[in-house]
């Protein structure tokens, strides 16, 4: 009904449109365009000195402006496709030849962006955003405002990019000019969008109009339109949410009690209705006393046809129907008092009471109002100067319009407010005053013209829009007084203005549907056609072929002799003799005669299987070909369950399959690959003829069998006519329920999953260098798939299986790394699959070599450093089609908790359960641990999800398990770094908490205690006090001590991770702070630091952990500052850095060491897939660097008594770690490990340091202040040192140094001072001075550096302060390439056992050495 209504009313609209049109004299339509004569003033350039972004639009659009081709929300729906120009004004110009930059497309998403020559600093003098806008279109709904982007803009401009301040008019629905800025909270670490109250509105017409932002240094702001002020106020008043949280809140935990009463009326259960209310009587009666006027015209109707009215000369009755003459108002009736049939007004019943209710009482029972409890607000703090705003680095349009011509000029963006004002006189206000000339000479008049182009149309309806609701008001009383036809008949504009009121409100409603069932239809798979039945001959060829192989399959004989069939089919072939299709003799026993995998494995061995693909290369192709004719033959077969001989029959086509494709991508002895010819080539199909892509038919038959009833997915319900079955395997993410899937089933998905697996391993066999640029076509056809609904249920069913991993298996109690039950088995080959699904993206356009270097080369780290800030793998390998990996688009697309819980939950339970059987009683016994988990797996499953689901990032990052979670990480990094077999998992591990670390609230929480329970005994330290933090620092000094050349990777991020954390580090202890300096001692070492490139990047990541310290935490960190005070010397060393001297210690040191020691060093780079040599010229290990200055003598910061010497609690250790706990003053605790300088021998050349690359790291490194700060605090802690010393002596004992108070590391036992060590001033202290044992000044020094005293003391530091900006995850092509290695080499190490998939092929992208 709704759309015949609103179809009516459409059709309605149309038809008056037409008379109207026809009424109109044809002059009119035939007008020309009508022109000026205003001499408009010439464009010249304008200069404005000191801009920090001056804009005229005078030369093209780029490469100045870049346009954005990224996509809104990652949406590929949602592309920035609008295209821009710039171009002179085309409607109502106002300056000859000014141009401007014009938004060229109609309903479409644009964005561009502009980067300043500098990045802009409004912290210093506040700042000014001044723009013109021109709209030469009439403005219905879209944006006009910009964006002022924060720095750095590192990545495609989008939605998503951080800004600054949005600013600017905006049109849809609601017109007002923006004004958006966004504040970071200190105690969060996020920023919020704070937005301006009551906006001001922006002017609609088509002149050029100027909109100017101030905000001042006091904290006020000012928006101007076209020079007035609009609006005003305070950056703390005047937005919502204010920049300054309340202090207090409600308690979130405060519930109101089950008993509270808050209703302080009720009805009286006393009252009774009295017995004369009538509850029936009318609201409204009769006006019984109303007389009808004496001119009221009854037989005058209240519409005639128009008289003056003439049927159009273009009208067709045959197209357009009979004309009728539009109906106008009868003139008779406006000269009397009313028209038609008179009936009595109506008027309110005195009698009408209504419905009768209780009267309501007071409530005894109310207890007031209830509220909940207020608390401090956690997340308090005060900003009183929000005027000092994140540092901008570009500015840029980021709009959604439904009109085109949109004109921005005249962009200013500075910090003067006298530079804008003389813009807006000098620039703006000649055009503005030329365009209201040239508008005023054209005189459109567009309002007049509107009103006569709708006149008809209100003629139609008779009744303005405004009286509508009162039309229909009239209208529904006279229809319940004189029924629907009388009424009709009577007030034809009431009549009319209900079915407009009806038709608005369906056509609403109907839209409002259409939108609900598009969002619904965005979350749910698209409904996919079932398969069409099979033709008759179809049918019966499948039957009659299903007859013959059960006869061959009753009549073959002995087992012996099943077994030898297939053998037997590979020794007659003469290469030279090319096998016709029809010799089935040749290929049925492939699929007839095996009885397993172990069959077709053993059988068929890879040189019977070169020997063929190499000198008979025909007969190789058709074998595929058939046993895959022969697969789809058996797929459509509709008795496939019923039929155990069919069932065997297709699995063993999938078995030869997986044997014979991965001798496919090998490459040939020649050099050469058949890969195109066999999968990617059309040729014709056996037995049919037709052209057909053998490849992309496999790949779709393997994801049908996944979901084929009977099969691999339950049989079908009766009635239900179809075989293949796209559904979800298990409960979990998108599916309540599992299907109940038999033993049967399972063992079958594995079958077919190692297929696929084997379908998509091409990767394997290409080169590390060339992995990246070549595209594995299979994954592309999987991933780039547009069966959206197959997407959908193959990657909630490969999720959730993988995650099902069971602890306890069908028939084996316990399982080891040769014996998996099928349903663990299934789990572990889901997840592999899914792990290739996710990383797979195709290859960006060639450019340059398209290769990437060695994962683990020092090329690699270097690349890996220079993209820290590149957020994501797809920014490296991502596609210039527009087309997406489905896979991850999906994945990205997971948003609800139960769904996030599910995914928590296992990935933990997997680690846990690692966790718990290595330290069981079974793995103890047997040195090995039980492989009923995988930890390896879980960890990488953990990354991509992480990586590809922002969301799922805040909720881990949120999770009141994530410490937990941090802490199980942390443990598989201490038990698998000292073995190279676990180095993949290491490497993960820490690419995942660099990753968590990006968000400050997961830093944070680091701060919390950390409970050492869930660790074994060797791997904990002896410090009840420590912090999560405390112990990610005391693992990098293990991890990093160990000196493990293959984990050189792990080494950045580690530091990175430490870095990102170290501005929210508070309370760190004094075993975590000597830790931390220890390792800055060496890394900071002039030989350590031109010893490798990537050195230089790890001292950065250190120096800023320590800026951050000094700058914002430290009062909160003493037992830090004061270490870093004690060795205040690596700073003024490294300040003072001589390249010359660093070189000869180098040269010392390897001289020193010479060959045999030459592999013991951290600095070496090792690749685990090359084979390399020991270097001539080796690096020396942070053993080999001696905490000692430029002339080898050791240099103490302060004197002894400050210095405080303590022993050292101890180091973490691995399990197998004997070494005894060293000084933590003393580098002999980072022991050197063998490692070969890999980069040296393969290059044939050793990194030369020059004067140039000094110069482009060391001016940036922030140490003055920290220099200046040390400084300060030294002189107080040596006064505070002799004092303490002073009252030892007075008193002649310890104790009342002892008595300070004991403080966090403060309670190690002091030692006696050497007998022949000197004073502090270097003179001997001989025995005419009083002997007293040195007293430790530790805690009164803590105690003072915990004051506010300190912070008294510090110098000034608000103009070095840096801005807490976590380094980003980097993805370089060398870590996708050893990503992608990872995964697959955990695919080949699992396919091994126990068939051998791979065994014996030339995998080409990792190195497989024998263990025999």
């Not at 069913?797 to 028939?811: D, M, P, V």
């Not at 003493?1118 to 060393?1133: D, E, G, N, Q, W």
């Not at 995850?1369 to 695919?1387: C, D, E, K, N």
């Amino acid at each position: 009904m709704a759309h015949k209504l609103n179809f009516l009313l459409l059709a309605a609209l149309a038809l008056q449109a037409k008379r109207v049109r026809g009424n109109e004299p044809a002059a009119e339509s035939a007008a020309e365009e009508p022109k000026h004569t205003v001499q408009l003033p010439q464009f010249t350039p304008y200069t404005v000195p000191g801009a920090a972004l001056w804009e005229q639009f005078i030369g093209e659009l780029e490469p100045q402006w870049k346009r954005s081709r990224a996509s809104k929300q990652d949406k590929d729906e949602d592309r920035y496709d609008g295209e821009w120009a710039v171009e002179e004004i085309e409607e109502l110009a106002g300056i000859a030849g000014d141009k401007g930059l014009v938004v060229k497309s109609e309903a479409r998403h644009h964005a561009i962006s502009t980067r300043l020559d500098k990045p802009f600093d409004p912290a210093h003098n506040g700042l000014v955003l001044q723009y013109e806008v021109k709209l030469q279109k009439t403005l219905n709904c879209g944006g006009a405002y910009a964006k002022l982007l924060a720095s750095p803009m590192n990545n495609e401009f989008s939605d998503a990019t951080p800004y600054v301040v949005m600013f600017g008019p905006d049109k849809c629905g609601e017109s007002k000019v923006h004004f958006i800025y966004r504040h970071l909270n200190p105690v969060t670490g996020e920023y919020t969008e704070h937005h301006l109250e009551q906006p001001p509105t922006p002017p609609a017409d088509s002149l050029t109009h100027l909109y100017t932002l101030s905000i001042r240094p006091n904290n006020t702001f000012a928006i101007m339109i076209d020079g007035t002020e609009r609006k005003s106020g305070s950056l703390l008043e005047n937005f919502t949410p204010p920049v300054n949280p309340p202090k207090e809140i409600n308690d979130p935990k405060d519930k109101k009690p089950a008993d509270w009463v808050d209703e302080e009326s009720i009805p009286d259960p006393d009252a009774t209705k009295p017995e004369d209310w009538d509850e029936d009587a009318p609201a409204m009666i009769p006006d019984e006393d109303a007389v009808k006027p004496k001119d009221w015209l009854e037989d005058e109707p209240l519409m005639i046809e128009d008289p003056k009215a003439e049927k159009p000369a273009d009208w067709d009755d045959e197209e357009d129907g009979d004309w009728a003459p539009p109906m106008v108002p009868n003139p008779r009736c406006a000269e009397a008092d009313g028209c038609g049939p008179w009936t009595r007004p109506q008027k309110r019943n005195p009698e009408y009471k209504g419905k009768w209710a209780p009267p309501l009482i007071d409530n005894p029972a109310y207890k007031g109002k209830w509220a909940p409890r207020r608390i401090a607000n956690p997340d308090y703090f005060e900003d009183l100067d929000p005027y000092k705003l994140t540092k901008i680095d570009a500015i840029g349009f980021e709009l959604w319009t439904m009109q085109s011509g949109i004109t921005f000029d005249n962009i200013y963006l500075g910090d003067s407010a006298k530079a804008a004002e003389q813009i807006a006189e000098e620039v703006w206000k000649p055009k503005h005053d030329s365009e209201l000339a040239v508008r005023e000479a054209l005189n459109p008049r567009p309002a007049q013209k509107t009103e006569s182009k709708l006149s008809g149309v209100l003629d139609l309806f008779k009744v303005r829009f405004g009286d509508i609701a009162a039309s229909v008001t009239g209208f529904y009383a006279r229809v319940q007084h004189e029924g629907l036809v009388e009424a009709v008949r009577q007030d034809r504009s009431g009549a009319i203005a209900v079915v407009m009121a009806v038709g608005g409100l369906a056509w609403l409603a109907w839209n409002m549907l259409s939108v609900v069932s598009f969002v619904l239809g965005l979350a749910q798979p698209a409904a996919q056609p079932a398969p069409a039945p099979a033709e008759d001959k179809s049918d019966a060829k499948a039957a009659a072929e299903a007859s013959t192989s059960a006869r061959a399959d009753t009549d073959s004989g002995a087992a012996v002799k099943q077994r030898q069939g297939v053998r037997g089919r590979w020794e007659p072939w003469d290469p030279a003799i090319s096998l016709p299709d029809t010799a089935e003799d040749a290929w049925s026993p492939f699929w007839l005669m095996p009885d397993g995998p172990h069959d077709v494995f053993s059988l068929v061995t890879p040189a019977d299987i070169r020997r063929i693909r190499d000198n008979a290369q025909e007969n190789f192709i058709k074998l595929i070909d058939k046993v895959f004719d022969r697969l789809l033959v058996l797929k459509s077969a509709r008795d496939l369950a019923k039929s155990p001989t069919n069932t065997k029959q297709l699995l063993n086509c999938v078995r030869v399959l997986t044997r014979l494709v991965p001798f496919v991508y090998e490459t040939r002895s020649d050099g050469g690959s058949i890969e195109d010819i066999v999968l990617w080539t059309q040729r014709p199909r056996p037995g049919s003829g037709a052209d057909y892509t053998l490849g992309k038919q496999l790949v779709s038959a393997t994801i049908d069998l996944l979901f084929t009833s009977g099969l691999t997915v339950p049989q079908a319900t009766v009635g239900e006519d179809t075989t293949v079955r796209y559904t979800i395997w298990e409960n979990g993410v998108g599916q309540t329920s599992s299907l109940g899937s038999s033993k049967e089933n399972v063992s079958n998905r594995v079958e077919v999953l190692r297929l696929l697996l084997v379908l998509c391993c091409k990767t394997m066999y290409i080169p590390p260098v060339r992995s990246v640029a070549i595209p594995n076509q299979a994954l592309h056809t999987i991933a780039y798939n547009a069966n959206k609904k197959m997407v959908l249920c193959l990657l909630c069913s490969l999720i959730n299986t993988s995650l099902k991993y069971r602890t306890q298996g069908w028939a084996i109690p316990y399982r080891n790394t040769t014996v998996l039950d099928p349903a663990d088995e299934l789990s572990l080959h889901a997840m592999q699959a899914l792990f290739i699904l996710l990383e797979y993206q195709t290859p960006p356009a060639k450019s340059g070599k398209g290769t990437a270097p060695d994962a683990g080369t020092a090329e690699a780290t270097s690349a890996a450093d220079s993209n820290a800030n590149t957020p994501s793998m797809v920014l490296i390998t991502g596609t210039e089609t527009g087309a997406q990996n489905l896979f991850r688009a999906f994945v990205a697309k997971l948003h609800r908790q139960q769904e996030f819980d599910y995914l928590t939950s296992n990935i933990m339970r997997l680690l846990e359960e690692t966790m718990r059987s290595n330290l069981s009683i079974l793995a103890s016994v047997t040195k090995q641990p039980t492989r009923h988990v995988m930890p390896q797996e879980a960890t990488i499953l953990l990354w991509l999800l992480l990586e590809n689901n922002s969301l799922f990032k805040e909720y881990v990052v949120d999770h009141n398990r994530s410490l937990r979670l941090f802490a199980v990480l942390l443990y598989f990094m201490l038990n698998g770094y000292t073995d190279p077999a676990q180095a993949g998992m290491v490497r993960t591990i820490s690419h995942i908490l660099h990753y968590l670390s990006e968000d400050g609230r997961f830093a944070t929480r680091l701060m919390q205690p950390f409970d050492q329970s869930i660790l074994p005994s060797t791997m904990r330290i002896v410090d009840a006090s420590l912090t999560h933090a405390d112990f990610m620092v005391n693992t990098a000094f293990t991890l990093l001590s160990s000196s493990k050349p293959y984990l050189i990777p792990v080494y950045s991020n580690l530091l990175l991770l430490v870095r990102n954390v170290a501005p929210y580090l508070t309370q760190i202890s004094q075993l975590t702070a000597d830790k931390l300096l220890s390792l800055f001692d060496i890394i900071s070492s002039p030989a350590f630091i031109i010893s490798e490139t990537y050195h230089v990047r790890w001292l950065i990541y250190l120096i800023e952990v320590f800026d951050y310290v000094v700058h914002y935490r430290a009062v909160d960190n003493p037992h830090l500052i004061y270490s870093m005070v004690k060795a205040r010397t690596h700073f003024t060393r490294l300040k003072a850095f001589d390249l010359d001297k660093a070189k000869s210690e180098l040269a010392a040191l390897r001289e020193k060491k010479g060959k045999t020691d030459a592999s013991r060093n951290i600095g070496a780079v090792s690749s685990p897939e090359l084979d390399t040599t020991s270097s001539t010229a080796p690096t020396p290990s942070m053993s080999a660097l001696k905490l000692e200055d430029g002339n080898g003598a050791a240099s103490p910061a302060l004197s002894d008594k400050a210095r405080g010497k303590r022993p050292d609690p101890g180091t973490p250790q691995a399990p197998e770690s004997k070494e005894p706990p060293q000084n933590s003053t003393s580098t002999a605790a980072l022991k050197s490990a063998p490692a070969a300088a890999a980069t040296a021998a393969a290059t044939g050349h050793q990194f030369q340091p020059s004067t140039e690359w000094v110069f482009s790291w060391l001016p940036d490194l922030p140490l003055d202040p920290i220099i200046a700060v040390l400084d300060a605090l030294a002189v107080h802690i040596d006064r505070i040192s002799e004092e303490v010393q002073r009252n030892a002596d007075s008193a002649g004992t310890r104790s009342e140094a002892a008595a300070i108070g004991d403080t966090k590391g403060g309670d190690a036992q002091p030692e006696q001072l050497d007998s022949k060590s000197a004073g502090s001033d270097g003179t001997s202290e001989g025995a005419a001075s009083v002997p007293s044992a040195s007293v430790d000044p530790t805690p009164a020094i803590i105690r003072w550096l915990s004051s506010d005293s300190m912070v008294s003391v510090l110098p000034d530091l608000e103009d070095s302060m840096p801005e807490i900006r976590p380094r980003l995850q980097g993805m370089s092509p060398a870590l996708v390439v050893w990503f992608r290695s990872l995964l697959w080499s955990l695919i080949y190490a699992s396919g091994m056992k126990p068939f051998g998939i791979w065994k014996n092929t030339q995998v080409r992208l990792f190195v497989v050495k024998s263990t025999h």
